[in-house]
C-alpha cells in the first residue's frame, strides 16, 4: 500500500509534503507532484500538511480520482526507483492524465 497525491495537487505543487517526507520519496513533475509507490514506507507524514488536501492513503482516494492511483504508479515506469527525490530534481514530464488536464487555479495563489 501507497499514499497517492490527486488533482489537488496539479499546477500547486505547494512541496510541504517534500519538506515533511522522510525517506525523500515525493518527485515532482512538470505539473504535480507524484509519490514514488516502492520507496512509501506508509508513514503519512505527508498527508496533513498538504495545504490543498492532495494526498490520500491508497484505499482512501476518492472515487473521482481513484485514476490518480495509476498516475502516481506509471509516472515512475521508465525511472523505476531512484532512491531519492532531491537529487532528480523536476522530471521533465508528467503522467498522461495530467498533462491532458486544462490549466487548474491555484487555490492558495
Known amino acids: 500500500m501507497t499514499?497517492?497525491?490527486a488533482l489537488p495537487c496539479v499546477d500547486v505543487k505547494d512541496r510541504a509534503?517534500?519538506?515533511e517526507c522522510p525517506v525523500d520519496c515525493i518527485y515532482e513533475g512538470n505539473?504535480?507532484?507524484y509519490i514514488q509507490p516502492d520507496e512509501c514506507v506508509d508513514c503519512g507524514a505527508c498527508e496533513p500538511v498538504c495545504p490543498v488536501e492532495a494526498i490520500f492513503y491508497e484505499d482512501d482516494t476518492p472515487d473521482q480520482w481513484a485514476d490518480y492511483y495509476s498516475?502516481?504508479?506509471d509516472f515512475f515506469d521508465d525511472l523505476g526507483a531512484p532512491g531519492g527525490a532531491a537529487k532528480m530534481g523536476v522530471i521533465d514530464k508528467d503522467h498522461p492524465l495530467v498533462e491532458a488536464l486544462p490549466t487548474q487555479p491555484n487555490p492558495l495563489a
Open 3 to 5: 499514499y497517492v497525491i
Open 17 to 19: 509534503c517534500v519538506d
Open 31 to 33: 505539473r504535480m507532484l
Open 71 to 73: 498516475a502516481n504508479v
